[in-house]
């Protein structure tokens, strides 16, 4: 052996912080996460900074009623009928400690609670960043403050077995750069206790996402880091773990077709869906319910073709006396992710949209408003708070990109992976994160993530510590 530790964890994302931190909680002396890219964080840094989470004491103060069982089902039905019960409840009811550990670490929550797609109660905490290295940065601060060692451009290649099949160690790339896949130096380390691979999901490893939906190819766009080539996924298959839900991939329906990657266009559509209406540029007409689950949403914002076929990405109208009580609306302006117009004219002009529909639609839109009622698509108005869509608007196009894989590796509440030979839990080796698969079934919802994430990689780090 080149290293032992008590407890080793492969990734830095949510999942691989909230096990390193909770394994020092339960008194693991001697913990390392190994990351193989530059930095660390991976697709935990690229998202909104939101976490939904059923019974703080911040929704207690806002007057919001919400409940673990609540929350359980409203998952259950955006995962249509293929979720996992008992690992969303496990998850659920983890949350008000996770929430409460994360504010331990010095994460910063906003005084609001954000309401997302498909949720019966609004129960999306974000930190003030808005940003998940809100969540990262104060977090890999307090691992490494309680003794937790770091390691970047450390690439985990294989587990270790023992003749039982035991999971024993990794083998690891020391000083690997990514995109040279034979850079580095090959090391052995033992884990005692055994194993957390916490490696995120496969949105960027195009063959093996194209060989589970045909339909994403490579100029499918994706808001996932570099770094989510399913590597962990692919090792725990090898060492017969048992796949569920792989062509479960879902899209991000705020996304913007006018920048790269995550960018600044989710955090501006995020803020502003509640109060303001997606259009159809052919009839100039709402198409969906802009709180709608996120597939929901993503699969019609697809259908949005022009005359030959080609996309033709639906507008998101929103009012900018709302829209500028959010920071994201600065950034998408300032970086041509999103458009100001004083008219509706000048908006049917800019995007060739039948003026009279639009109109029309912006009216009806107010009348809802004023009910409180959306007949058209059923929209929970309470969430838009009254707010009337009138001029100047914030238009941003909407096209979705790969986000998430709900497919991954099956583990039980505990967080142990799960052999598909026996369907019992391999030895030594835990899983966390969006490496794991089912749990949200056919989609998952928005701020529904990074709580899971967390809620495993604590659960992970006390088994692994029960071992
Ligand atoms: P999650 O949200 O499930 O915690 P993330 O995608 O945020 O997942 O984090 C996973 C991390 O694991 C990323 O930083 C990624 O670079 C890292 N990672 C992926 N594959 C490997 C590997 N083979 N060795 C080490 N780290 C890895």
Not at 115 to 133: D, K, L, M, N, P
Not at 215 to 231: H, I, R, S, Y
Not at 251 to 277: Q, V
Request: hydrophobic letters at 35%; a positive charge; charged letters at 20%.
């Amino acid at each position: 052996w080149d290293g032992e530790y008590e407890v080793v964890i492969i990734g830095s994302g949510f999942a691989g912080l909230a096990a390193a931190v909770e394994a020092k909680h339960k008194g693991a002396k001697d913990v390392v996460i190994f990351e193989k890219m530059g930095v660390y964080g991976g697709n935990s840094t690229l998202n909104a900074g939101q976490a939904c989470f059923a019974g703080t004491d911040l929704q207690k103060k806002l007057g919001i009623k919400d409940s673990a069982d609540l929350m359980v089902k409203d998952q259950l039905k955006s995962g249509r009928g293929v979720a996992s019960e008992s690992l969303l409840r496990h998850s659920a009811e983890l949350g008000p400690y996770v929430y409460q550990m994360t504010k331990d670490c010095g994460c910063v929550y906003r005084d609001f609670i954000i309401t997302t797609g498909g949720t019966s109660a609004t129960r999306s905490h974000q930190v003030v960043e808005r940003s998940g290295s809100g969540f990262i940065q104060p977090m890999l601060k307090t691992a490494r403050k309680m003794g937790v060692e770091t390691q970047i451009r450390h690439k985990f290649e294989h587990l270790i077995h023992d003749k039982k099949g035991r999971v024993i160690g990794v083998n690891i790339r020391k000083g690997y750069h990514f995109g040279f896949e034979d850079s580095g130096e090959l090391i052995n380390i033992k884990a005692k206790r055994g194993v957390i691979i916490a490696t995120g999901g496969f949105g960027y490893n195009i063959s093996l996402r194209q060989a589970q939906d045909p339909t994403l190819t490579a100029e499918v766009g994706c808001t996932n880091a570099k770094g989510a080539t399913g590597d962990g996924l692919i090792e725990m298959l090898a060492a017969g773990a048992t796949p569920v839900h792989l062509a479960h991939i879902q899209s991000g329906p705020w996304a913007s077709p006018d920048e790269g990657g995550f960018g600044y266009g989710a955090g501006f559509s995020l803020y502003n869906f509640p109060h303001s209406i997606a259009i159809d540029r052919n009839t100039g007409q709402r198409f969906m319910n802009e709180i709608a689950d996120r597939k929901t949403r993503a699969d019609l914002e697809l259908q949005r073709r022009d005359q030959n076929g080609n996309p033709n990405p639906a507008l998101l109208i929103a009012p900018k006396h709302e829209a500028k009580n959010d920071p994201s609306m600065a950034k998408v302006l300032k970086y041509n992710v999103a458009w100001e117009f004083d008219s509706v004219e000048a908006i049917a002009k800019h995007f060739d949209v039948p003026l009279q529909p639009l109109k029309q639609q912006i009216a009806d839109w107010n009348s809802y408003v004023d009910k409180g009622e959306d007949p058209q698509f059923g929209k929970r108005m309470n969430a838009g708070r009254g707010i009337k869509l009138t001029a100047p608007f914030i238009v941003q196009r909407l096209w979705p990109k790969v986000h998430y894989c709900q497919g991954g590796i099956q583990i039980n509440t505990k967080a142990e992976v799960l052999a598909a030979k026996t369907g019992k839990p391999i030895p030594g080796l835990f899983a966390a994160g969006e490496v794991t698969g089912g749990i949200h079934g056919v989609s998952r919802l928005g701020g529904c993530s990074t709580p899971e994430c967390l809620a495993f990689g604590v659960t992970a780090a006390r088994s692994i510590m029960e071992a």
